[in-house]
T-cell receptor, first 112, second 115 residues
Framework: SQQGEEDPQALSIQEGENATMNCSYK?????LQWYRQNSGRGLVHLIL?????REKHSGRLRVTLDTSKKSSSLLITASRAADTASYFC????????????FGAGTILRVKS | ETGVTQSPTHLIKTRGQQVTLRCSSQ?????VSWYQQALGQGPQFIFQ???????GRGNFPPRFSGLQFPNYSSELNVNALELDDSALYLC??????????????FGSGTRLTVV
């Protein structure tokens, strides 16, 4: 079963703009992670935020976590065409213990 | 340090047949997890192996089974294939001190088509 949902399902922006994706989940968690997937291939780990953290940065990525609302957001600043991909949030500590449970993903298209 | 390698890349099988997918974990990782990703959806957890023992299973029927070998590589076996088994199958490796609270390393996946 999917842990939660990403919003929006699809996002199209111009190069240089910022992209924000949101993720909601259902159960308590230990950690929340964001992954990128290009063209239906393997997933690449982007960033992890622990349940006791509220914000985390990595390069052009900024992740926030609100455990009271069971939601997270991923901000990609100054987007590039190479950022075009599907983005998934994944949580652990829920019904499958330390195993990852993924959302349905957001498809991001960055136009050059 | 090598990454996670999956084989084959693509596979076409007939309904009712059996299939075996293979995964070589990243060096130093002793935990392997398998996921099924249907088109347009997020990956769904199938099961995890740790030191050759199953360590958790998702909501998949018994015809989905697996193995982990002493070198930590792994196989996913699916019997009596159904059309709905058509999907991208992803393998991810991790290590105990790393898997919990750290990102997993995913392979590029095996695209299975059942006709």
């Amino acid at each position: 079963s999917q842990q939660g949902e990403e919003d929006p399902q699809a996002l199209s922006i111009q190069e240089g703009e910022n992209a924000t994706m949101n993720c909601s989940y259902k159960t308590s968690i230990n950690n929340l992670q964001w992954y990128r997937q290009n063209s239906g291939r393997g997933l690449v780990h982007l960033i992890l935020i622990r349940s006791n953290e509220r914000e985390k940065h990595s390069g052009r990525l900024r992740v926030t976590l609100d455990t009271s609302k069971k939601s997270s957001s991923l901000l990609i600043t100054a987007s590039r065409a190479a950022d075009t991909a599907s983005y998934f949030c994944a949580t652990d500590g829920g019904e499958y213990g330390n195993k990852l449970v993924f959302g349905a993903g957001t498809i991001l298209r960055v136009k050059s | 340090e090598t990454g996670v390698t999956q084989s084959p890349t693509h596979l076409i099988k007939t309904r009712g047949q059996q299939v075996t997918l293979r995964c070589s974990s990243q060096s130093g990782h002793n935990t392997v997890s398998w996921y099924q990703q249907a088109l347009g959806q997020g990956p769904q957890f199938i099961f995890q192996y740790y030191r050759e023992e199953e360590n958790g299973r998702g909501n998949f029927p018994p015809r989905f089974s697996g193995l982990q070998f002493p070198n930590y590589s792994s196989e996913l076996n699916v019997n009596a294939l159904e059309l709905d088994d058509s999907a991208l199958y992803l393998c991810a490796s991790s290590s105990p001190g790393q898997g919990i609270g750290y990102g997993y390393t995913f392979g590029s996946g095996t695209r299975l088509t059942v006709v």
